[in-house]
């Protein structure tokens, strides 16, 4: 039997219309336009692109958007000097500093110097202690929107086996974390992990977050399971002209569908959510800011 294809697409335009939804009624009922502001150092091509949709989202919804460019050679004092004046600046609710940095800049150090309340990311250290402990923090934007997506897959994801494939700060670490809070028994796996088959076999929720194109095969999925596929990997096609890519994931998507119950394509899953999830971060820190209750639907 075919999986169910979980629409990602489809569902971080759900997303951004309850973003907008709420934008809407803290400008209407409280006077408060929510404000994001990104900052990207230096020209790389991925990270421009990324930094462009970010505010054009961020403007459709309603919110204002600040974009700091500076050039590559920007000193670490002077970007600390920029976060300094974000986090001073009321207008400003959440703080995005685009990654990679130049080798130059101290990544950690500029993460641990946004104020953790504007922190949209969720990178900042006590952000990542908020949610280890399962107090409120701010969610990491991708496996915030991986966990939107299971819980509207299963409803309750209590006791269910999940494997996540990957143990980045970004997204491995707090998707499990994230997992555990919802009552699901968890295993966090990596490229050192023995008989990763056998492993990933057990899983009810398999989370495939590690970088490698189709490392996953149809073989080591259980039978009916979710999978979530995180990974976006640029491989070569050449059965589409010489010279020309295509996008896949960590899973081999053709064989996996046969076996899954339900699965995210590459692309289409995952991707969209992120930039979803970023707005929905930007909403919560606002309300949090003004005392306003949590964002309906839109907190982990
Ligand atoms: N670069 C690629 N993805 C991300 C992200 O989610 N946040 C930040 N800050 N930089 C990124």
Redesign the pocket.
């Known amino acids: 039997m075919s999986a169910k294809i979980i629409d990602g697409k489809a569902f971080a335009a759900t997303v951004r219309e309850k973003v907008a939804g709420h934008v809407s009624r803290l400008k209407e009922v409280h006077g408060i336009t929510p404000g994001l502001a990104v900052v990207l150092v230096g020209e790389d091509p991925a990270?421009e692109v990324?930094v462009r949709n970010k505010g054009k989202q961020t403007l459709e919804a309603g919110m204002n958007s600040y974009e700091h460019k500076l050039p590559e050679d920007t000193p670490e004092a002077d970007l600390l000097a920029l976060v300094e004046t974000l986090n001073d600046d009321p207008a400003v609710h959440g703080i995005?500093?685009?990654?990679p940095l130049p080798k130059h800049i101290d990544e950690e150090k500029v993460i641990n110097a946004i104020a953790p309340a504007k922190d949209v990311?969720g990178?900042h250290i006590l952000n990542v202690g908020l949610l280890g402990t399962g107090q409120k923090a701010m969610v990491p934007?991708?496996p915030l929107g991986c966990l939107m997506m299971l819980r509207d897959h299963h409803g309750s994801l209590s006791g269910l086996n999940a494997v996540v494939v990957g143990r980045s700060n970004?997204v491995g670490k707090p998707m499990a974390q994230l997992l555990l809070r919802d009552s699901c028994t968890v295993t966090i796996a990596h490229s050192r992990t023995k008989d990763l088959a056998e492993v990933c076999r057990r899983a009810d929720i398999l989370v495939a977050a590690v970088g490698r194109p189709e490392m996953i095969p149809g073989d080591w999925v259980k039978p009916g399971a979710t999978v979530i596929d995180v990974g976006i990997n640029r491989i070569p096609a050449p059965e589409k002209g010489e010279g020309k890519t295509r996008l896949v994931g960590d899973v081999e998507f053709e064989s996996a569908k046969d076996v899954a119950g339900a699965i995210t394509p590459v692309p289409g899953g995952v991707g969209p959510m992120?930039i979803a999830c970023l707005l929905a971060n930007t909403v919560t820190a606002c309300c949090r800011e003004n005392n306003l209750p949590e964002p309906e639907g839109l907190t982990a």
């Open positions: 990270s990324y995005l500093v685009q990654l990311d990178f934007c991708t970004i992120t």
